[in-house]
């Protein structure tokens, strides 16, 4: 008898303890249905960004862009602040401006480009093709130049600070400065440490197989068939556009200097180009999506986790792709997240960025965007 009133009590305490369980479930979702604030519109969005930036930003100063793609669209683009202050020339979404380090994904395509027409291989050895170049340095591979692996010096590191060191630097210059300084500061392979040089040997690479310009070959088979129109390589043949943006210092004082070294740097484009150049990555139109995953693929771990141009991570569990570009008087940032259709492009040439690099306020809204978008 006592085991079935026992039994009774346990199953009866289960029955209430269920309900219970389903009740407070009940009006915790209920609660949230009615608490849940309705989403921005994009429209309200926008408008929020732009206070947030305005409030940041000297109108009269040097410039700051933004773009942000989402599902094959431009879900916001904004320019605040001046491309060229002397002239009143603002910073719209088709000024140009100097891309610094985003130019080494496109150095990487020309590669692959190249590795499609079956004109080198990721182990091809630079010895290969550059028989005088230190007897180190020969067996160092493609995929090592392209994933910061060489082992060969930074010539950025090797240059003064300043104008002095970018003023008149063209790539037979920046490598003379690693040539006597050539030792390699680790064996190739065995680490990563971001090189400049190994994206500036790779544009000599494409140049010495192609009997092109490094320009030249970039226009033919990536500017030119994208309608990139208002994108260049800043070679000493190039004379810049009125409306191209200039660098500028944390004073809005004018950084005057010409630099010529391409391949790590040294490219030139617009958010509206850009805005291209992303849409034709979801697509066969350069190299094909086999190709491309070489790019995509992340080879050294770590932070930094270099693929091919870009450094790949990941963002609420879908693989993202990332790269800063820092010059004197320029700072810009890409991010993407194809999996969610997501781009963001950040492109600004004045000290008021670049000196401080990515701590300012411009982190905050990134997040901000990315948390409405992503």
Request: hydrophobic share 40%.
């Amino acid at each position: 008898m006592i085991s079935k009133i026992h039994l009774f009590y346990s199953v009866f305490l289960k029955s209430i303890l269920t309900l219970f369980i389903v009740f407070v479930t009940a009006v915790f979702y209920s609660s949230c249905e009615k608490t849940t604030e309705p989403k921005t519109s994009e429209d309200e969005f926008g408008a929020e960004i732009d206070a947030f930036v305005s409030g940041h930003m000297n109108p009269e100063g040097s410039g700051f862009a933004i773009m942000v793609i989402k599902d094959g669209n431009i879900a916001f683009a904004q320019g605040w602040g001046m491309a060229n202050i002397a002239a009143g020339v603002p910073f719209i979404s088709d000024t140009p401006c100097q891309l610094a380090s985003l130019s080494k994904q496109f150095t990487a395509i020309a590669i692959l480009i190249l590795y499609e027409r079956g004109l080198l291989n990721m182990d091809t050895s630079i010895g290969e093709h550059f028989p005088d170049f230190p007897v180190t340095w020969a067996d160092i591979t493609v995929h090592q130049l392209l994933t910061h692996q060489s082992g060969i010096p930074n010539f950025t590191d090797l240059t003064p600070d300043g104008v002095a060191g970018f003023d008149g630097l063209t790539n037979d210059g920046a490598l003379d400065l690693v040539l006597k300084n050539y030792t390699l500061e680790f064996p190739p392979g065995e680490q990563a440490q971001y090189s400049n040089t190994g994206y500036l040997i790779l544009a000599m690479l494409v140049e010495h197989i192609t009997e092109m310009t490094y320009s030249d070959f970039l226009e033919e088979t990536i500017f030119g068939p994208l309608e990139m129109n208002n994108t260049f390589v800043r070679d000493e043949t190039v004379v810049y556009p009125q409306d191209t943006a200039l660098p500028y210092n944390e004073n809005n004082v004018l950084y005057e200097y010409d630099c010529y070294t391409y391949g790590p740097t040294g490219i030139y484009s617009t958010l509206n180009d850009l805005f291209k150049w992303d849409q034709a990555l979801y697509s066969n139109q350069i190299v094909g999506q086999s190709t491309l995953r070489l790019a995509f693929t992340g080879y050294t771990s770590g932070d930094n986790n270099f693929g091919y141009g870009w450094m790949v991570s990941s963002y609420k569990g879908h693989p993202s792709y990332r790269h800063g570009g820092f010059s004197l008087g320029f700072l810009n940032y890409i991010f993407r997240v194809p999996g969610k259709h997501f781009m963001y492009l950040m492109l600004s040439n004045g000290g008021v960025f670049a000196n401080n690099g990515f701590d300012t306020w411009t982190n905050e809204l990134m997040d901000k965007i990315f948390a409405y978008y992503l």
